[in-house]
């Protein structure tokens, strides 16, 4: 996933179905208060409480009917701006929040003068509250829209009287959806909103109402960041040398599968189809990555191993499938770099009647998925445009060509937080911090879609390249992440709408920790009462949580956990309540970069590298100079893996049911090969003996759900049509 914080998890709770009625005469709100610092929203009858921000304030650009791509981006003008007009030791930072939107930071004693000076700029529309979830410094920002679905019932003049009783006007319906509209208030604004929305629940004939949260889910964490750091500058940063444990549970292996196709140079790296290639050669003498692939180009170099498997068996699923031929993988994700070499031959043409203006190759919900109509204002593409090219490049050229005094000045608010947790740290350790947090997080990770889509279904050119678990499927792309990993609900609802009207066999969420709301369940849930051939797969979560998080919560949806190549959970896996099934997701220290997934990148662009020379020496967890390839971990890439099995599983049987899907899935996933790590067998225990854990969870349970997923065991049994 991308590096993100929790969603409050609430599965289990309860929601009383609205039931048969008749419209009452009134049907105005109760009205309740709301204050600030007693602030929370709706979620199945659920209070879930929020608090203001007071160091940050977001604000809302004036929309443009064109944008002038050689003209400065907005929030970098405002930034300008602020910094010219207030003085202060920290000058205000100013982040971009997807297109319209940003995110200002507020120096202590600042927020009356920033905010005025802010509403005096003529390209700003607005200021808007900043709000977290308790002990999370997340960005949460309150427009006046909500997310409003009635019962089907309903007249349109019935509609019309609830929106009139409480002051709200139809902004538009959500697209690919019925009966579920974005509506504002003519009366209230900023906070306020959350009382509008919680009122509306109380309404009869209405079945949900949220605010349509503008959310940025993606969280710098500048701890990981030092940690791996240190591992890229360790002489066994590759995980050379490290041998991995021996004790594990030695089981017979088959023959080796290094001779099917498809045959690619960078076979032998993804542990994650096929392990025993890469843990025996990390058994012996490697002194490089040239010897560690002439290591893997041994022919039978894995034959008659005792070492123990901790892949999915994508490899000997190979010899009895057809690689997920015709069939459909929607991934809703960040930018979607589709003309990667090893993913443009894997790309779905839309075929649908009702495209959008210059629809083909899926669609871009991160433009036009609030206020705007989507199909009329959103993007055909969903690929890094130029002026968000613009953005990253010049950051990324700044980690490279300015010099550690001048980076810290240039980035200092960023610079000052790392030096208040780690105190002792000198320049140039601050500085290397942050050229790591922008090339690898707020840049590289830019294109975590990308690394996703070819877990999937990467198809490797002339020899040379990835593979992904299903190679002849192909990928809808659906973009609903704007810069700084920003969305808002209604373009996520929109989005699982459109994969399932675009013909989608599956859908994959590697995305999580946003806030639960109910229109985006009900959604799911209508999706998948409509498509019962549809699969939904979403990744648990990177929190370390007892339970999995949302989407992956939600009724109907395959969570999916992460494992390492040593068949440890992964530590930053959620486990617990929820939790289904486990793929390899990686772990970027066990036992170094070799224990993540390599994945297909971004920053291999021209544009990027305009003007420099291809870097010396590792800038980051990536392969090649230029980053066209990098090592990754997270439940985000154990999600994909799965969904490429279930790829797999539909080439062979299309007409198999969700319902016998999931059911193969799981009765053939196996807990050989796994092993609880020290950590989770001391933890499995202090729950027991407090009584918090019931002795009818076993440990694997707990913390594998159903066990590791078999790809070949799931391949052969869904070919039994029955």
Same mark, same amino acid.
């Given at each position: 996933?991308?590096?993100?914080?929790?969603?409050?998890?609430?599965?289990?709770?309860?929601?009383?179905?609205?039931?048969?009625?008749?419209?009452?005469?009134?049907?105005?709100?109760?009205?309740?208060?709301?204050?600030?610092?007693?602030?929370?929203?709706?979620?199945?009858?659920?209070?879930?409480?929020?608090?203001?921000?007071?160091?940050?304030?977001?604000?809302?650009?004036?929309?443009?009917?064109?944008?002038?791509?050689?003209?400065?981006?907005?929030?970098?003008?405002?930034?300008?701006?602020?910094?010219?007009?207030?003085?202060?030791?920290?000058?205000?930072?100013?982040?971009?929040?997807?297109?319209?939107?940003?995110?200002?930071?507020?120096?202590?004693?600042?927020?009356?003068?920033?905010?005025?000076?802010?509403?005096?700029?003529?390209?700003?529309?607005?200021?808007?509250?900043?709000?977290?979830?308790?002990?999370?410094?997340?960005?949460?920002?309150?427009?006046?829209?909500?997310?409003?679905?009635?019962?089907?019932?309903?007249?349109?003049?019935?509609?019309?009287?609830?929106?009139?009783?409480?002051?709200?006007?139809?902004?538009?319906?959500?697209?690919?959806?019925?009966?579920?509209?974005?509506?504002?208030?003519?009366?209230?604004?900023?906070?306020?909103?959350?009382?509008?929305?919680?009122?509306?629940?109380?309404?009869?004939?209405?079945?949900?109402?949220?605010?349509?949260?503008?959310?940025?889910?993606?969280?710098?964490?500048?701890?990981?960041?030092?940690?791996?750091?240190?591992?890229?500058?360790?002489?066994?940063?590759?995980?050379?040398?490290?041998?991995?444990?021996?004790?594990?549970?030695?089981?017979?292996?088959?023959?080796?599968?290094?001779?099917?196709?498809?045959?690619?140079?960078?076979?032998?790296?993804?542990?994650?189809?096929?392990?025993?290639?890469?843990?025996?050669?990390?058994?012996?003498?490697?002194?490089?990555?040239?010897?560690?692939?002439?290591?893997?180009?041994?022919?039978?170099?894995?034959?008659?191993?005792?070492?123990?498997?901790?892949?999915?068996?994508?490899?000997?699923?190979?010899?009895?499938?057809?690689?997920?031929?015709?069939?459909?993988?929607?991934?809703?994700?960040?930018?979607?770099?589709?003309?990667?070499?090893?993913?443009?031959?894997?790309?779905?043409?839309?075929?649908?009647?009702?495209?959008?203006?210059?629809?083909?190759?899926?669609?871009?919900?991160?433009?036009?998925?609030?206020?705007?109509?989507?199909?009329?204002?959103?993007?055909?593409?969903?690929?890094?445009?130029?002026?968000?090219?613009?953005?990253?490049?010049?950051?990324?050229?700044?980690?490279?060509?300015?010099?550690?005094?001048?980076?810290?000045?240039?980035?200092?608010?960023?610079?000052?937080?790392?030096?208040?947790?780690?105190?002792?740290?000198?320049?140039?350790?601050?500085?290397?911090?942050?050229?790591?947090?922008?090339?690898?997080?707020?840049?590289?990770?830019?294109?975590?879609? %990308?690394?996703?889509? /070819?877990?999937? +279904?990467?198809? #490797?050119?002339? *020899?040379? =390249? &990835?593979?992904? $678990? @299903? !190679?002849?499927?192909?990928?809808?792309?659906?973009?609903?992440?704007?810069?700084?990993?920003?969305?808002?609900?209604?373009?996520?609802?929109?989005?699982?709408?459109?994969?399932?009207?675009?013909?989608?066999?599956?859908?994959?969420?590697?995305?999580?920790?946003?806030?639960?709301?109910?229109?985006?369940?009900?959604?799911?849930?209508?999706?998948?009462?409509?498509?019962?051939?549809?699969?939904?797969?979403?990744?648990?979560?990177?929190?370390?949580?007892?339970?999995?998080?949302?989407?992956?919560?939600?009724?109907?949806?395959?969570?999916?956990?992460? %494992?390492?190549?040593? /068949?440890?959970? +992964?530590?930053? #896996?959620?486990? *617990?309540? =929820? &939790?289904?099934? $486990? @793929? !390899?997701?990686?772990?970027?220290?066990?036992?170094?970069?070799?224990?993540?997934?390599?994945?297909?990148?971004?920053?291999?662009?021209?544009?990027?590298?305009?003007?420099?020379?291809?870097?010396?020496?590792?800038?980051?967890?990536?392969?090649?100079?230029?980053?066209?390839?990098?090592?990754?971990?997270?439940?985000?890439?154990?999600?994909?893996?799965?969904?490429?099995?279930?790829?797999?599983?539909?080439?062979?049987?299309?007409?198999?049911?969700?319902?016998?899907?999931?059911?193969?899935?799981?009765?053939?996933?196996?807990?050989?090969?796994?092993?609880?790590?020290?950590?989770?067998?001391?933890?499995?225990? #202090?729950?027991?003996?407090? =009584?918090?854990?019931?002795?009818?969870?076993?440990?694997?349970?707990?913390?594998?759900?159903?066990?590791?997923?078999?790809?070949?065991?799931?391949?052969?049994?869904?070919?039994?049509?029955?």
């Amino acid at each position: 996933m991308k590096r993100i914080t929790s969603g409050i998890l609430l599965t289990g709770f309860i929601w009383s179905s609205l039931g048969l009625f008749s419209l009452p005469p009134e049907v105005t709100a109760v009205a309740q208060t709301q204050k600030d610092g007693d602030l929370f929203y709706l979620y199945k009858g659920q209070h879930i409480p929020l608090n203001q921000r007071q160091d940050t304030i977001a604000v809302a650009f004036k929309k443009v009917a064109t944008r002038d791509l050689a003209a400065t981006p907005l929030y970098l003008q405002l930034q300008k701006d602020l910094q010219s007009n207030i003085r202060a030791i920290t000058p205000p930072r100013v982040s971009p929040l997807g297109e319209n939107y940003a995110v200002v930071s507020l120096p202590t004693g600042t927020r009356d003068v920033v905010q005025q000076s802010i509403q005096q700029q003529p390209y700003v529309q607005t200021t808007l509250p900043v709000l977290s979830r308790s002990q999370r410094q997340e960005i949460i920002v309150i427009p006046n829209e909500i997310i409003i679905s009635f019962d089907a019932k309903l007249t349109e003049t019935q509609r019309q009287t609830i929106l009139e009783q409480n002051n709200l006007a139809i902004v538009r319906p959500l697209r690919f959806n019925r009966d579920r509209y974005i509506v504002k208030s003519t009366v209230a604004s900023g906070i306020k909103i959350l009382s509008t929305a919680n009122q509306l629940n109380e309404v009869k004939g209405v079945t949900s109402a949220a605010p349509n949260f503008i959310q940025s889910i993606t969280d710098q964490n500048l701890q990981t960041a030092t940690k791996q750091i240190a591992n890229l500058k360790a002489a066994g940063d590759w995980g050379f040398g490290k041998i991995l444990p021996s004790s594990q549970p030695s089981v017979s292996s088959p023959q080796s599968t290094r001779a099917i196709s498809p045959k690619t140079n960078l076979l032998g790296l993804a542990w994650h189809l096929d392990s025993l290639p890469l843990k025996q050669c990390l058994q012996q003498e490697i002194s490089s990555l040239e010897s560690l692939q002439t290591c893997l180009q041994k022919p039978n170099a894995a034959t008659k191993s005792t070492i123990s498997r901790t892949d999915i068996r994508v490899t000997d699923a190979w010899k009895h499938s057809n690689g997920g031929r015709g069939v459909v993988v929607a991934v809703i994700d960040s930018l979607i770099q589709w003309d990667h070499p090893d993913l443009a031959d894997s790309l779905y043409t839309v075929k649908a009647a009702d495209k959008c203006p210059g629809e083909v190759h899926g669609w871009d919900f991160s433009t036009g998925g609030d206020s705007s109509d989507p199909c009329k204002n959103g993007d055909a593409d969903t690929r890094v445009n130029p002026v968000e090219l613009a953005i990253l490049g010049a950051k990324f050229q700044d980690t490279f060509q300015l010099s550690d005094a001048k980076l810290v000045q240039q980035y200092s608010q960023e610079a000052l937080e790392i030096k208040q947790k780690n105190p002792d740290y000198s320049l140039e350790q601050i500085a290397n911090v942050l050229r790591y947090v922008f090339r690898t997080y707020k840049i590289g990770g830019e294109f975590h879609g %990308t690394f996703v889509s /070819g877990t999937i +279904a990467a198809k #490797s050119q002339n *020899g040379e =390249g &990835l593979v992904g $678990v @299903a !190679p002849n499927a192909q990928i809808l792309p659906v973009r609903v992440f704007g810069l700084n990993g920003s969305f808002v609900p209604s373009a996520y609802i929109e989005a699982i709408g459109y994969a399932a009207d675009r013909g989608a066999d599956i859908i994959n969420l590697s995305l999580g920790g946003s806030l639960p709301t109910p229109g985006e369940e009900e959604a799911i849930a209508d999706v998948l009462k409509a498509n019962p051939k549809l699969v939904i797969v979403a990744a648990a979560g990177n929190e370390n949580f007892n339970q999995v998080s949302f989407p992956a919560a939600y009724t109907g949806v395959i969570a999916v956990g992460a %494992t390492n190549i040593v /068949g440890n959970r +992964a530590p930053y #896996s959620n486990y *617990g309540k =929820g &939790l289904d099934v $486990v @793929a !390899p997701g990686g772990d970027l220290d066990t036992p170094g970069l070799l224990g993540g997934i390599l994945a297909t990148g971004g920053t291999w662009l021209n544009a990027f590298w305009q003007g420099m020379p291809n870097p010396e020496s590792r800038w980051s967890s990536v392969l090649d100079p230029k980053g066209k390839y990098w090592w990754v971990q997270g439940t985000s890439f154990s999600s994909p893996a799965v969904a490429g099995v279930v790829a797999l599983m539909k080439g062979e049987n299309k007409e198999i049911t969700r319902k016998r899907l999931v059911s193969i899935l799981k009765s053939t996933a196996t807990y050989q090969g796994l092993s609880m790590s020290e950590e989770d067998t001391k933890l499995y225990g #202090s729950l027991r003996s407090k =009584g918090a854990m019931s002795s009818s969870v076993k440990g694997q349970q707990y913390f594998f759900g159903k066990g590791l997923v078999n790809a070949d065991a799931a391949v052969q049994a869904a070919k039994k049509r029955r």
